[in-house]
């Protein structure tokens, strides 16, 4: 699913209005239909509506909510806070079709402000995505009044206050909702972890702007949904062999964390690969023989730690990272293999970390590496960034840069690809933020690059893989009780 900034989504909403045609009213209409047959599913009709309206478009839509729900037998008060003298036409023209159903009250200032029952379900049309600046006088105490009170909030579009896509303040007022319905494309402001208090749950209405403006319009933010994430799987045919689907090798492991290893090995074998080996230091032979006995194993010279790189001519995919520390022996082994590798490759946990510590390295990146950094690991290769708006752009910045893929790792990790654009994943919960689960992504992805994927799609699928797992574990589980190991009992397609 495309992800479009603000000004592409009044260009799609202008084009549609000239073209499908439809009057703006019309749409307005529609769109609030939509959010309306979302809203009943919700709730019911025997509870207080609260709807608190601006004079834009976002209010306009607030007003024919109303209406609406006032049809379906809905008891619904309207407040309109007077933040300018002026209003949209649309906001006029909803204004007039509302007043034969109800009466609104209107809030100059705070001495306006209504008590509001424990029970009203409050619906936020104050500001949308024409947001331009900071909400400040009537919108912000209203905004503090609604976010200080214990009742649920549904924001139409996106939360008052919110910006769509650019950073907010610290001390903006902006609507904190448990949930958002967001017109025909999710806002790049929902990927940013920074404003979860500020989205909660969030949903897409289909309000039919046009499909040949939508496919017709580059932009550089995906949503990674089902669809999507399914239709980049390769099935399987009926005559193939294990040699159809690639032999991997993960180098992985030292004295302590041989864990690490066993962990992204099994995710491996469980992803589809035809043949994997992996190469641990000494201490760590019988432990992983016994562990996995599907994998192969080569056994560094080093007793705790990988120090000679095997030789690697015969694999198809490489991974290396995983519990694999920072010694000498190992900053030169990473080294030789950037040298040698003619295949796929990926780089995660202390590889990456030594990759920061010897930035000469960065240079001698195959193209189209896939990179798997957590938050800090990015920070350590990339620099530090002041808000998550800008270390995106410094992850666009160094995947063209290095002409590689990076997996920026958390809730709705973001695969940013060598030409800069972005893909969020949209699986997986908070029960994956445990040890180890990092290292089953390794896993999966080293084992798709194996069997053929283009790093891209195998970035993208192992991210979304990854995170489906995740949320089959929980369902089983429940967050706090799941490890990294029941996300890999759950792999598979
Ligand atoms: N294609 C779409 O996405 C559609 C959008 N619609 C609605 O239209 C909304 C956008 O409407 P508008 O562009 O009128 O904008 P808003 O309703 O978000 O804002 C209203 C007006 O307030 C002013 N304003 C901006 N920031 C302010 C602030 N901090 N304090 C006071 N005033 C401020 C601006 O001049 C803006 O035009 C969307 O969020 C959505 O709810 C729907 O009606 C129909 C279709
Ligand atoms: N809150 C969360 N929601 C979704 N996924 C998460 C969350 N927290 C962590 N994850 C996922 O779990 C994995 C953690 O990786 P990482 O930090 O490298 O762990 P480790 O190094 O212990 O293996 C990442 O793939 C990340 O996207
Ligand atoms: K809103």
């Not at 009250?105 to 331009?132: C, R, T, W, Y």
């Not at 030789?336 to 946990?349: C, G, H, V």
């Not at 990179?371 to 290769?381: A, G, N, V, Y």
């Not at 666009?396 to 030409?419: E, P, Y």
Request: proline share 4%; with cysteine; net charge negative.
């Amino acid at each position: 699913m495309k992800i479009f900034k603000t000004e592409q989504i009044r260009q799609a909403d202008a084009y549609t209005i000239a073209n499908a045609p439809i009057s703006s009213l019309d749409l307005m209409e529609r769109a609030s239909n939509t959010f309306v047959r979302w809203f009943c599913n919700q709730f019911v009709n025997t509870r207080p509506i609260g709807i608190f309206c601006g004079k834009g478009n976002n209010g306009g839509d607030g007003l024919a909510i109303a209406r609406l729900l006032s049809e379906k037998a809905y008891q619904v008060k309207v407040y309109i806070v007077e933040h300018s003298e002026d209003a949209s036409e649309d906001f006029h023209a909803n204004f007039i079709r509302l007043e034969n159903h109800l009466t609104s009250f209107k809030i100059h200032s705070e001495v306006d402000l209504p008590q509001i029952p424990a029970n009203m379900v409050i619906i936020d049309a104050m500001l949308g995505s024409g947001l331009s600046r900071a909400a400040t006088g009537i919108l912000a105490e209203v905004i503090q009044k609604l976010n200080d009170a214990p009742n649920k909030i549904v924001s139409v579009d996106i939360a008052s206050g919110l910006y769509a896509d650019r950073q907010n303040e610290k001390e903006d007022a902006i609507i904190k909702p448990h949930c958002t319905v967001s017109f025909q494309f999710p806002k790049l402001a929902f990927m940013m972890p920074q404003n979860a208090e500020f989205v909660g749950n969030w949903f897409v209405a289909d309000i039919g702007l046009s499909e040949n403006f939508i496919s017709a319009t580059p932009t550089s933010y995906f949503y990674t949904d089902k669809s999507e994430a399914e239709c980049k799987i390769i099935p399987r045919k009926k005559f193939s062999h294990k040699g159809t689907f690639g032999h991997g090798l993960i180098l992985a492991g030292s004295h302590g964390k041989m864990g690490a290893a066993i962990l992204s090995g099994r995710a491996c074998l469980r992803s589809g690969i035809g043949l994997l080996s992996m190469h641990i230091p000494g201490c760590g032979y019988e432990i992983m023989q016994i562990s996995i006995p599907e994998a192969m194993v080569t056994v560094d010279p080093d007793h705790k730690h990988l120090s000679k790189l095997p030789q690697i001519e015969s694999y198809s995919a490489i991974g290396i990272g995983p519990g694999v520390g920072k010694e000498k022996v190992t900053v030169q082994l990473l080294a030789t293999l950037l040298k040698q590798i003619k295949t796929r490759l990926l780089i995660d946990a202390d590889a990456l970390n030594i990759l920061s510590e010897n930035p000469y390295l960065l240079d001698h990146l195959p193209e189209k590496t896939v990179l798997t950094p957590h938050p800090k690991e990015f920070q350590r290769l990339a620099g530090e960034s002041k808000n998550e708006y800008e270390r995106l752009e410094l992850a666009r910045d160094f995947a063209k840069k290095h002409k590689v893929i990076i997996c920026l790792k958390g809730a709705n990790t973001a695969v940013v690809l060598s030409n800069g654009d972005v893909h969020f994943n949209s699986t997986g919960n908070a029960g994956m933020a445990t040890g180890g689960t990092g290292d089953v992504l390794t896993g999966i992805i080293t084992s798709l690059l194996a069997q053929g994927y283009e790093p891209e799609d195998a970035a993208i699928l192992g991210v979304y893989q990854h995170g489906l797992a995740g949320d089959k574990a929980s369902e089983i589980k429940g967050q706090s009780a799941m490890i990294a190991s029941d996300v890999i009992d759950k792999l598979g397609w």
